[in-house]
T-cell receptor
Framework: DGGITQSPKYLFRKEGQNVTLSCEQN?????MYWYRQDPGQGLRLIYY???????QKGDIAEGYSVSREKKESFPLTVTSAQKNPTAFYLC??????????FGPGTRLTVT | QQPVQSPQAVILREGEDAVINCSSS?????VHWYRQKHGEAPVFLMI?????EQKGHEKISASFNEKKQQSSLYLTASQLSYSGTYFC????????????FGKGTKLSVIP
């Protein structure tokens, strides 16, 4: 079955540590996205990638980094520079300008 | 800039109708609609492209008025399964991959 997987579902980290969230898709989509969701805020775009080895900052990229070495994978690193990292993180993929398919999300808690 | 959704929340009895509005201050190329149930990933409902078209999916339909930069989602004869938070996402340019989401409208359908 085609889809997007994110792991882990829940992640706990201590303040000051970098953490990497995994996102894999087997839909053969060129475009992939990372969103952050906070209560009452909707989904805010962190980074997106239109093609392998290329990515662009979204609206809230500060404190985050990404890589796109393979078409199937788009990992997100939450660095210690991100001031409020506790949130629900969603990965998505799409054909160019098409509907976005979302993964199940990773809930990150930093204490 | 985030599109503005209204209302923020609505409670319906089964069988009642609802309209959710999405308004942008920027010229729009397309509007996406998604529904998210609590703790789950958003699920795609429909895309409306520039041209003022109206689309439908069973008892859920939508319209897009590009001159007013507005889209509306119509839910008729609501069912319990319609409960969730509805998000509109807007795209400003034909070649743009960036989707900007509103803060969402929480819809609760009660028996």
């Amino acid at each position: 079955d085609g889809g997007i997987t994110q792991s882990p579902k829940y992640l706990f980290r201590k303040e000051g540590q970098n953490v990497t969230l995994s996102c894999e898709q087997n839909l053969n989509h060129d475009a992939m996205y990372w969103y952050r969701q906070d209560p009452g805020q909707g989904l805010r775009l962190i980074y997106y990638s239109q093609i392998v080895n290329d990515f662009q900052k979204g609206d809230i990229a500060e404190g985050y980094s990404v890589s796109r070495e393979k078409k199937e994978s788009f990992p997100l690193t939450v660095t210690s520079a991100q001031k409020n990292p506790t949130a629900f993180y969603l990965c998505a993929s799409s054909i160019p300008a098409g509907e976005q398919y979302f993964g199940p999300g990773t809930r990150l808690t930093v204490t | 800039q985030q599109p503005v959704q209204s209302p923020q929340a609505v409670i319906l009895r089964e069988g009642e109708d609802a309209v959710i509005n999405c308004s942008s201050s920027k010229a729009l190329y397309s509007v996406h609609w998604y529904r998210q149930k609590h703790g789950e990933a958003p699920v795609f409902l429909m895309i409306l492209l520039k041209g003022g078209e109206q689309k439908g999916h069973e008892k859920i339909s939508a319209s897009f008025n590009e001159k007013k930069q507005q889209s509306s989602l119509y839910l008729t004869a609501s069912q319990l399964s319609y409960s969730g938070t509805y998000f509109c996402g807007t795209v400003s340019g034909a070649g743009s991959y960036q989707l900007t989401f509103g803060k969402g409208t929480k819809l609760s359908v009660i028996p």
